[in-house]
């Protein structure tokens, strides 16, 4: 069979970048360092198409995505209070419970 070589690889030195302020190249080399060789550089590769025209479409989304997500900050989680009628069902429910236990007790004798 006749094999084409359609493999495409994306190459971004973030260390030469111009584009990137120190502090984004702080956060994509935290955030992708498993995706980031030992020179700075970031591959990202594909060959899922067998046109090298749209594994070139592939990459190039992949890496938009990656960076944007990398870029973005994470939104801090704030904590909920639950509401109060939530911990009143639930100790009446203990305190059901409770009763159920009680009442499986023998019987103290008398002395």
Known sequence: ???VNTKVE????IHKSILLV????QLLFEKLKKRINKEGVLIIVSQQSRSQL???KIVIER???LISEALTPESKRIPVK???SL???RLEEKQKQSEK???RKPPEPFS
């Open 22 to 25: 120190d502090e984004e190249k």
């Open 82 to 84: 639950p509401p109060a």
């Open 101 to 103: 236990k009680t009442l």
């Open 54 to 56: 749209k594994n070139k």
């Open 63 to 65: 890496f938009y995505k």
């Open 10 to 13: 994306l190459r971004f030195d």
């Open 1 to 3: 069979m006749n094999k």
């Open 87 to 89: 911990n009143k069902k």
